[in-house]
């Protein structure tokens, strides 16, 4: 059983930055991926950005350039830095792991990016 538990949302303007934190409740290592996932309403729920155990890394083409997934290992955390935040990287971010076989999710955390 994994426990995920995000922080770090909140109200930012266009422009600004904001960091999102994972922490996972075993050692990530014996995670085999961890990743962040977005949803708006009445919209499917959508990969930002994965990283896997052995360090590759997915990102979703709207957030390339813009946000930074990374871990720590000794703090068992996942991190997405979000730079350049525009309005329609509003949405509820969850953090999310796969443990073979099992995926968990994270209670999520709301964005909202406005002037």
């Known amino acids: 059983q994994v426990q995920l538990v995000e922080s770090g949302g909140g109200l930012v303007q266009p422009g600004g930055s904001l960091r999102l934190a994972c922490a996972a409740s075993v050692s990530i290592d014996d995670i085999t991926a961890m990743g962040w996932y977005r949803q708006v309403p009445g919209k499917p729920r959508e990969l930002v950005a994965r990283?896997?155990?052995?360090?590759?890394?997915n990102y979703v083409e709207s957030v390339k350039d813009r946000f930074t997934i990374s871990r720590d290992s000794a703090k068992n955390t996942v991190y997405l830095q979000m730079n350049s935040l525009k309005p329609e990287d509003t949405a509820v971010y969850y953090c999310n792991a796969f443990q073979t076989p099992r995926l968990y999710w994270g209670q999520g955390t709301q964005v909202t990016v406005s002037s």
């Open positions: 990283i896997f155990s052995g360090g590759m890394i």
